[in-house]
């Protein structure tokens, strides 16, 4: 049985990436949410300079060079934010092969070896659990009727660990 659908305690986190252009080694912010026994315990957000100071989405999440210039690269972050992974089951991120995409390559570039973490996708979940279409992140957090601001790492974590609470809610019910 999947741990995600385990009655036994679970922990997990949720991770949302925002990149500054297409490649996956852009990453210009981050955002974490763990839960631990389907509650939320911790909640961290990081700004990252990215490799290059190029910003094609800063139309979508709001971030620009001048946000992250003085910012650690990934590679600096890395011991802060593989700290927030230990004990964890899995990873939960919307559209997760995205997320998972981001973090392998940025570890590798920095010379680093990817957590060994399985990727849970609220995507999927969103389908499986409740037949929602279409999946966007938007569109599952208004059928579930949670909060957000899309494209804000933080928020967007944040509904993905509670789009997996409440698919673990629903799941487990009994009969």
């Avoid at 986190?13 to 315990?41: G, Y």
């Avoid at 964890?88 to 997760?96: E, I, Q, R, Y």
């Avoid at 979940?125 to 899309?150: D, E, G, M, S």
Wanted: proline fraction near 8%.
């Amino acid at each position: 049985m999947r741990p995600l659908f385990q009655k036994t305690p679970v922990c997990f986190v949720a991770i949302d990436f925002e990149t500054a252009d297409e490649q996956p080694d852009s990453a210009c912010a981050v955002a974490l949410v763990r839960v631990v026994n389907d509650e939320i315990t911790e909640r961290t957000s990081f700004l990252i300079q990215p490799p290059r100071r190029d910003f094609v989405f800063t139309y979508l999440h709001g971030i620009a060079w001048s946000n992250v210039a003085d910012q650690p690269t990934f590679g600096e972050w890395w011991p802060r934010f593989k700290v927030k992974l230990k004990g964890a089951d899995f990873l939960a991120a919307h559209n997760a092969k995205f997320d998972q995409n981001v973090l392998t390559t940025c570890c590798q570039q920095a010379g680093t070896v990817p957590p060994a973490l399985p990727f849970v996708c609220t995507v999927l979940l969103a389908r499986q659990v409740w037949n929602i279409y279409p999946t966007k992140l938007p569109n599952v957090c208004a059928a579930l009727k949670l909060p957000l601001t899309h494209h804000n790492a933080a928020s967007d974590a944040e509904a993905c660990a509670r789009i997996v609470m409440a698919a673990r809610h629903k799941t487990l019910e009994p009969g």
